[in-house]
């Protein structure tokens, strides 16, 4: 389980995060709707230890990882598997190294049993095994999207969390990556949050939704409740999102 509880977050005079609770239970499928600069990366990036809260506290299965040092951090990345927004590729390393980066590292993988992974990841993002031996700049934007995926499901994360999975990708593209965020948390019985703009990927496959406004959840609920609810914020972006506005 992920837990907010009272996390206040400033750089310089501007404070972004003003008090955000949450909590994500097992299984489901989170997603953080705000507008840009709400504070929906810094959110997810306080997670994994890239950023740490003035105050408040983020737990992480009961431990509350806003005071873990570095050292401690190692196993929080482990559970907790990062997409970043824009993907962050070794534009010198060809596909297959980018994927089996984080493989390598942990250094208790025969060659063949990284192999297999790194296939089985590539597979589970539907690129195709061709692409392996390519260098990721050689890439479309979709297909580094893809890489930068798999990079994160080849180590089976308990805990998923995607930063505008879709944003920026045609429509047919943008659904298929919705439809392999929900097959992936319930393959891999994972808890996703995922950071979107995308209402119509929202309304697929959340299990729950949260707005953050003024640094804060302004609303949580359900996704019905979302699209019912005459708060005017959630309106004001329900209006200005509608259509999967980019
Ligand atoms: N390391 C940092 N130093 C200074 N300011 C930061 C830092 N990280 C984030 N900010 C500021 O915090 C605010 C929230 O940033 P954040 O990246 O979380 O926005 P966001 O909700 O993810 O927006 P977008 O939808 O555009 O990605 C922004 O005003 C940003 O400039
Ligand atoms: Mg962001």
């Known amino acids: 389980m992920i837990e907010y509880r009272g996390v206040t977050k400033s750089f310089g005079d501007k404070e972004v995060l003003k008090g955000v609770d949450l909590v994500v239970p097992e299984g489901q499928i989170f997603f953080v709707l705000g507008k840009t600069g709400a504070g929906k990366t810094v959110m997810i990036r306080l997670l994994v230890g ?3 809260p003035d105050a408040g506290q983020v737990l992480v299965d009961g431990e509350d990882v806003s005071r873990f040092t570095e050292d401690e951090f190692q196993s929080v990345r482990r559970k907790c598997g990062m997409v970043f927004q824009l993907p962050t590729l070794f534009d010198s390393m060809n596909v297959f190294e980018n994927v089996a980066f984080g493989l390598r590292r942990l250094g ?10 790194v296939c089985d990841a590539l597979e589970k993002v539907e690129l195709s095994r061709e692409l392996a031996p390519r260098r990721t700049g050689e890439l479309s934007f979709g297909e580094q999207k893809r890489v930068g995926l798999a990079r994160t499901l080849v180590l089976s994360p308990r805990y998923l969390l995607y930063d505008e999975p879709t944003t920026g990708l045609d429509p047919f593209t943008a659904g298929r990556i919705t439809a392999l965020i929900r097959e992936v948390n319930h393959k891999l019985g994972a808890t996703s949050i995922v950071v979107s703009h995308d209402l119509e990927s929202m309304a697929e496959i959340a299990d729950r939704v949260g707005l953050l406004w003024d640094g804060r959840f302004r609303f949580l609920g359900t996704v019905d409740e979302f699209m019912r609810t005459d708060d005017p914020a959630a309106v004001e972006f329900r209006r200005s999102f509608a259509g999967g506005g980019k």
């Open 50 to 52: 890239l950023l740490s």
């Open 108 to 117: 208790r993988y025969r060659e063949e049993e990284i192999e297999e992974k």
